[in-house]
Every structure is written in C-alpha cells, then in structure tokens.
C-alpha cells in the first residue's frame, strides 16, 4: 500500500515536470553583437537548445535604455538576428539591454519563457558635445550650426541618411565645409534638403554623441524679406516667400511696435504675403515678421526677419493745451494780487469822507464863518517857548550922575 503511494506521487511529479518543460521553451543561447558603424548595432544569437530546425520560431525583442528595468516591446521576427540604431542625445543613453525570448506556437506559455540578456555599450562614451543645434534649409543644402559645449575641445562632424540598409550606413560622410561665426560652428549640408532624416555624429578621440536632427531640433529657413510702403492711411506690408514646400503652406506672423508701443502678433492665413496695418503719421513704427508651417510631420518654421522702420515720432501741438491751462492761472494771480493791493491801500483808495450835516450845524451854532473840523483833521501849531523878560526902571538923577 506504501510502495502504491509513492509510486503515485512520484508519477504525479514526473508528469507535472514533463508538462512544464513541455510548456515553456529554452532562452536564446550565444548572444553577440556587432557594430556595422557609430548609429547601427548588430544583435544574433543562436537556435534555442533542444530545438532541430528553425521552422515555426519567433522571437520577441525588448530594449531598455539605461539602468531601466522596464524594457519596451519593439519587434519580433522569425530570424536569429536584429539592427538597431543608437542616438546618445538623452542621459544614460549609451547603454542598452536587450531582452531576447522564444514565443513560438510551441511554447504554450510564452509569456513566462525566461529571456536571454545582452547590455552593449556604445564605442565611445556619451559627451553632451555641442549646445543649441540648429539647420536652415536651402534649396540645394542645409546649413547646420552649434555652440561647442567646450571650445577647447577638436570636433569631428559627419552625418548620413538615417536607416539600417548598407545604402544608408556606406552614405555617412564629414564635413568639408566647417565654419566659424562668432561662438557658433557649422558645417554646411550638401544634397540633403528633400531628405531631411538625417543622422548626426559629433565625436572627439574619446567622447562621442549622436542624435537625428529631427528629433527636438528646430529646423529652420531662412528669413523672409520684409518691405514696408505707405498707401494712403495704411502701411502696407510684403515679404518673400520660402523656397521650400508649397506656398499656401505657409503662414505668417507679424510683429510690430507703434509709437514704440508693442502690439499683438498678428498672423495671415495661409499663402498670404501682405499685410495693411492703419497708419498713424506721428507714430513710428516698427516691423519683423517670420513664416510657420505646420502641414509638415516635424517642426518648420524660420526665425524673425530683420527689423524694418517707417515713419518717425512727431511731438503733438500742445499750444491749446498750454493756453486752457496758463491762462487761468494768470487771470487767478491777478485776481488775488487786486484783493492784496486794494485791502492794504483801502485809506487811499477808500478815503473817509466828513459828515455834510455836522459841518452846517456848527457853521448855525457859531455864526460865523470859520469852520471847526473834526479833530486831527486841521494843522494846530505847536506853540514855541517865550523868554521872561525883567524891566527895570531908572530914574534921572541916577542918569545925570553916570554922566558926571
């Protein structure tokens, strides 16, 4: 009974094995990798163990950039191998694992088949090289331009057509026509202005970075040119067009000042090149103006053009306005200083004059004629001092005794 008992659960495990391995399906095994240039990395590796042939595989192809531990889906495929492209533009870029695993029909539970790991690194390490990387297309070229992010440093710039084909990675080339202007560095684009994928790499003896100029970059043409004319009451506004796309498909937006006041942009519709602005002859104005175009997949715009004046700045006629206000503030000082005179010299200007009934009623009371004013009013003599005098008599006998 014992021995009946073990040989059941020993069967029972036996089975549950045999369905398990059944179930899932062997990793990937001989992961290798291979650089075909800067951007493009080629992943193989070999047939899983315990499989004959190749008929009836897939495999699923993860990525995770960086220290991720979140890989994303981005392929599957019946063959033992896969390119890549790398670009170094975000932080931690320069690494990638890649998450390799059977999901074949005959793995019944491939969602729980355990994957086969590789991590490569680029060839050099990733350097934020150059700041502010801009391109304006031209007809025939493009003319890319940057900031070195130090200009110590000897930069190499090549570029090519963006793609996995042999085409694409043999197309790569350097630049033959650098340039400095001021703190920027270019180099200018040749054959590339229908083709705008393109596929940038910036590298030192050490340090490398790689990016598509489409991805974040603004993409540029050049600058209208604006012309400013007077046209009775309005100022009537034309530029030149881009020579890349389709005329209709560009829009524009003016920018102006009035009077050295800023106005809100104002933009055309489609195709529009001119543009009436009201005229005011004591304003002066200013102009700049740029196209937008946003029928295409990326970002197209140019930036402003230069700034165009018109008209000058004219000092208004102020003479009514100086009058309404001088002019009652005259007519106010003279009204008070005739207040103040006329108050300070009122005795003068103002006399008292004598009561005409007092003078006849002293003129009846005396009788006569002399006429006896108000006191104060006539002069009264101040009466001067009188020495005494002493008489003394003489008599003649005293006379006739002097003569003797």
């Known amino acids: 009974m014992i021995f009946t008992r073990v040989f059941v659960v020993l069967l029972t495990y036996v089975t549950m094995a045999f369905h398990r391995e059944a179930d899932q399906c062997s990793p990937p095994t001989g992961l290798s990798y291979k650089w075909l240039d800067d951007f493009t990395v080629n992943v193989s590796w070999e047939k899983p163990n315990g499989l004959t042939d190749d008929k009836d595989i897939e495999f699923e192809i993860s990525r995770a950039d960086g220290d991720s531990e979140q890989p994303s889906r981005i392929m599957q495929v019946t063959w033992r191998n896969f390119t890549d492209i790398f670009f170094t533009e975000k932080k931690h870029s320069d690494k990638r694992t890649y998450k ?8 019944n539970r ?6 086969a ?7 050099k390490p990733r350097a934020e090289l150059v700041k502010d990387f801009r391109c304006v297309i031209y007809p025939k070229k493009m003319n890319c ?3 070195p992010a130090n200009p110590s440093l000897n930069l190499s710039f090549s570029y090519r057509m963006c793609g996995q084909s042999e085409d694409c990675i043999k197309s790569i080339k350097k630049c033959d026509q650098p340039y400095v202007s001021g703190d920027r560095s270019g180099c200018f684009l040749h054959d590339y202005a229908t083709n705008l994928d393109i596929c940038i790499l910036v590298e030192t003896d050490t340090l490398m970075s790689t990016f598509k100029i489409l991805e974040e970059k603004p993409l540029l043409v050049p600058p209208p040119e604006l012309n400013v004319t007077e046209d009775g009451d309005f100022l009537k506004l034309s530029w030149t067009t881009p020579e890349i796309g389709e005329n209709n498909c560009w829009t524009y937006e003016v920018y102006y000042k009035q009077c050295n006041e800023v106005k809100k942009l104002r933009r055309t519709a489609n195709g529009e090149s001119t543009m009436e602005v009201p005229y005011d002859k004591s304003c002066h104005y200013e102009f700049k103006v740029r196209a937008l175009n946003t029928n295409y997949i990326f970002r197209l715009s140019s930036s402003y053009s230069e700034v165009v004046s018109y008209g000058t700045n004219e000092s208004p006629d102020r003479t009514l306005t100086v009058v309404a206000i001088v002019i009652p503030i005259i ?8 207040c103040y005179c006329l108050r300070r010299h009122s005795a003068i200007i103002c006399p008292i004059i004598p009561d005409p009934s007092a003078i ?4 009846m009371m005396n009788g006569n004629k002399e006429l006896k004013t108000a006191p104060g009013s006539l002069y009264t003599p101040v009466p001067e001092p009188i020495e005494p005098c002493k008489i003394t008599l003489v008599t003649e006998n005293s006379s006739l005794q002097e003569n003797s």
Do not use: A, G, H, Y
């Open 110 to 115: 491939s969602d729980e088949n355990i994957p």
């Open 360 to 363: 006849f009623k002293e003129m």
């Open 331 to 338: 007519l106010s000082l003279c009204v008070i200083l005739s």
């Open 117 to 123: 790991n590789i991590t490569i690194r680029t060839q």
């Open 100 to 107: 390799i695993r059977d999901v074949s029909k005959d793995c």
């Open 145 to 147: 331009s940057w900031i």
